[in-house]
């Protein structure tokens, strides 16, 4: 039997493609599957992967088998620069977001590749690092027991939480409202919170 080699001057060569070429809802399907390192690796490229890259995370296109991140808030970097350290890499990437301000956030928790966050003004909000896409969810005075207090000046200064009776649902006038600065109102109106699914599916119910 005769034998078959490759042969050097093969008139195919991985060197002869032009990977920048490539069609863009290919690429955006590889980058979807991508984890973080490749993902931003990918996006460095050439300018025709970046843009997909960029469509990628505008998209809310990624894996959701991401490999654990450290995320925090460096003193290096601007306030609203959130930077991910890649545990298994040791390699870090920084990502921009709108505002509010990152590094005023607290950082609640974590599920399906999304952090949750609470700004200075106890507002909840969804974000995911990735794609940079961020969900606000309804703020605390949206509840019915709940009021927004105000210096003299106008400024904001906190909450005030009626007292409701559980059976009637009526409003406790009796009772001096419960008082509430806003660093405390971070800690009281949202102790644990719960994601029933990936929100960038849509139809995610947050507890």
């Given at each position: 039997?005769?034998?078959v080699?490759?042969s050097?001057d093969?008139p195919?060569s991985?060197t ?7 069609q ?7 980058f979807?599957t ?5 993902l931003?690796s990918?996006?460095?490229?050439c ?12 998209l809310?296109l990624?894996?959701?088998?991401q490999s ?8 290096d970097?601007?306030?609203n ?5 890649n545990m298994?890499t040791?390699k870090?990437y920084h990502?921009?977001l ?7 956030r607290?950082?609640m928790?974590?599920?399906?590749g999304?952090?949750?966050?609470a700004d200075?003004r106890s ?6 690092p990735?794609t ?5 969810m ?8 709940v ?11 906190g ?12 409003f406790?006038?009796?009772?001096e409202?419960y008082?509430?600065t806003?660093e405390?109102?971070?800690f ?13 599916q ?5 507890l």
């Amino acid at each position: 039997m005769e034998k078959v080699s490759a042969s050097d001057d093969s008139p195919y060569s991985s060197t002869d493609c032009d990977w920048s070429q490539l069609q863009a809802d290919v690429l955006l399907q590889i980058f979807g599957t991508l984890d973080f390192p490749d993902l931003f690796s990918s996006g460095a490229v050439c300018r025709s992967w970046h843009l997909i890259y960029l469509e990628a995370r505008g998209l809310r296109l990624c894996s959701p088998n991401q490999s654990p991140c450290l995320v925090y808030s460096s003193g290096d970097r601007d306030a609203n620069t959130a930077t991910l350290h890649n545990m298994s890499t040791n390699k870090l990437y920084h990502v921009t977001l709108s505002e509010p301000a990152f590094r005023t956030r607290h950082i609640m928790g974590s599920s399906y590749g999304w952090l949750i966050t609470a700004d200075e003004r106890s507002n909840l909000i969804l974000v995911n690092p990735a794609t940079r896409a961020q969900i606000a969810m309804p703020p605390p005075e949206t509840m019915n027991n709940v009021r927004l207090r105000y210096t003299e000046e106008g400024v904001l200064d906190g909450y005030d939480v009626l007292f409701m009776d559980l059976f009637s649902s009526d409003f406790d006038t009796e009772t001096e409202p419960y008082h509430l600065t806003l660093e405390e109102a971070r800690f009281f109106f949202s102790e644990r919170v719960v994601l029933s699914c990936d929100p960038s599916q849509g139809n995610c119910t947050v507890l």
